[in-house]
């Protein structure tokens, strides 16, 4: 049972490039949803997907864009990277939503130079 | 609007001290939930508790106990006899409302414990 796979664990983009962090989990969880983790500022959420075709906007959106059309997968793009996304981000999934324990995914370590 | 607040930003004890880890909510919200996470220095972050608004019964599991007050609003994490392998970032986090589509699970920025042998 893998639970949420994030890859990459590491990359480096160059500013105005586009990626897409990819983010998968295998426990059938209807909730999904992406953090960014930035020193001093504890963990922030990008976007988040209560379900298949489904998504929201968290808490700092702008710059990332979402879309889930499978209940595994919720892939995370950045658009045209900015330094101000270089951070940690972090997937997660759960069973009922924000009420259940979340998994987090391992991580992706983001710089953008 | 929801708020965590997590005061302590650094913690450093010699092992075997006991050490507590504030942890302050705000919300309207009469149903809620609220979750430590811990971070060690490996990176992933793992689940330690979440208690409901209803319950406000301490929890005791091992070495870790929480205390939950609603009348200070605060959720506070003990670790006793601290060991070297308890050196991480703590996250309080707080989920209000029934868990549905509109609810908004928050963190706070977290506490980092130096636990020194």
């Known amino acids: 049972n893998a639970g949420v796979t994030q890859t990459p664990k590491f990359q480096v983009l160059k500013t105005g490039q586009s990626m897409t962090l990819q983010c998968a989990q295998d426990?059938?969880?209807?909730?999904m949803s992406w953090y960014r983790q930035d020193p001093g500022m504890g963990l922030r959420l990008i976007h988040y997907?209560?379900?298949?075709?489904?998504?929201d906007q968290g808490e700092v959106p702008n710059g990332y864009n979402v879309s889930r059309s499978t209940t595994e997968d919720f892939p995370l793009r950045l658009l045209s990277a900015a330094p101000s996304q270089t951070s940690v981000y972090f997937c997660?999934?759960?069973?009922?939503?924000?009420?259940?324990?979340?998994?987090f995914g391992n991580g992706t370590r983001l710089t953008v130079t | 609007a929801q708020k965590v607040t997590q005061a302590q930003t650094e913690i450093s004890v010699v092992e075997k001290e006991d050490v507590t880890l504030d942890c302050v909510y705000e919300t309207r919200d009469t149903t809620y939930y609220l979750f430590w996470y811990k971070q060690p220095p490996s990176g992933e972050l793992v689940f330690l508790i979440r208690r409901n608004s209803f319950d406000e019964q301490n929890e005791i599991s091992g070495r870790y106990s929480w205390n939950f007050q609603k009348s200070t609003s605060s959720f506070n994490f003990t670790i006793t006899a601290s060991q070297v392998v308890d050196s991480a970032v703590y996250f309080c986090?707080?989920?209000?409302?029934?868990?549905?589509?509109?609810?908004?699970?928050?963190f706070g920025k977290g506490i980092t414990l130096s636990v020194r042998p």
């Open positions: 426990m059938n969880h209807e909730y």
């Open positions: 986090a707080l989920s209000s409302g029934e868990g549905g589509a509109n609810s908004k699970l928050t």
């Open positions: 997660a999934s759960s069973y009922g939503q924000t009420n259940s324990p979340l998994h």
């Open positions: 997907s209560v379900g298949a075709g489904i998504t």
